[in-house]
């Protein structure tokens, strides 16, 4: 079955630490997203990818970085210098061509204490 | 900038009771306009969708018809179920001048809940 698959699913870390968490594609899409979800409000937009290795800062960028090496793999490092980094991280892909449609992962929680 | 506005929840209803979630847009150009659900700790599944002035997306019982004179997505149900409870999205596309990397602006989301 196609779909978009993150990892871990809960993830603790302690404050200071750097934390990758995965998100990996098989369903061919070029575009990829990163949203971050705080209770009682809708999606931001951290970082985006149209295409391997090329990728953009989104609306609240600041204290993460992301790669695209591989068409099917978007990691996002959430680093110490997140200020606020306890949230739920969303990865999402697009299809190809005028479908502005997105396909949602089932999460990850982090947790920084 | 682009803005969504959903009406504030949470909503609670009785099964079979009719359901209507507000939303309203801001928007620059055409874009297109979507409601997505969230079920307790998943991710987001996309209940409907339309592309252009007077479609109707429909999905499950769901409908929602895209209004530009009056910049709303409005859903609906006619009879919802227990299983209807969750997290619902309104959000939009940036589409301008064919150069869109195709961000979505959501809403922040309403709550609903479906008792027996």
């Known amino acids: 079955d196609g779909g978009i698959t993150q990892s871990p699913k809960y993830l603790f870390r302690k404050e200071g630490q750097n934390v990758t968490l995965s998100c990996e594609q098989n369903l061919n899409h070029d575009a990829m997203y990163w949203y971050r979800q705080d209770p009682g409000q809708g999606l931001r937009l951290i970082y985006y990818s149209q295409i391997v290795n090329d990728f953009q800062k989104g609306d609240i960028a600041e204290g993460y970085s992301v790669s695209r090496e591989k068409k099917e793999s978007f990691p996002l490092t959430v680093t110490s210098a997140q200020k606020n980094p306890t949230a739920f991280y969303l990865c999402a892909s697009r299809p190809p061509g005028l479908s502005y449609e997105q396909y949602f992962g089932p999460g990850t929680r982090l947790t920084v204490t | 900038g682009d803005s969504v506005t959903q009406m504030e929840g949470p909503v609670t209803l009785s099964e079979e009771a009719f359901l209507t979630i507000n939303c309203t847009y801001t928007?620059?150009?055409?874009?297109?306009l979507f409601w997505y659900v969230q079920y307790p700790g998943e991710g987001l599944q996309l209940l409907l969708k339309a592309t252009k002035a007077d479609d109707k997306g429909s999905n499950k019982g769901f409908e929602a018809t895209y209004r530009k004179e009056t910049t709303s997505f409005h859903l609906e149900k006619g009879s919802v179920q227990v299983s209807d409870s969750a997290v619902y999205f309104c959000a939009l596309s940036d589409v301008a001048g064919g150069t869109s990397y195709g961000k979505l602006t959501f809403g922040q989301g309403t709550i609903l809940t479906v008792h027996p």
């Open positions: 928007a620059t150009g055409y874009p297109s």
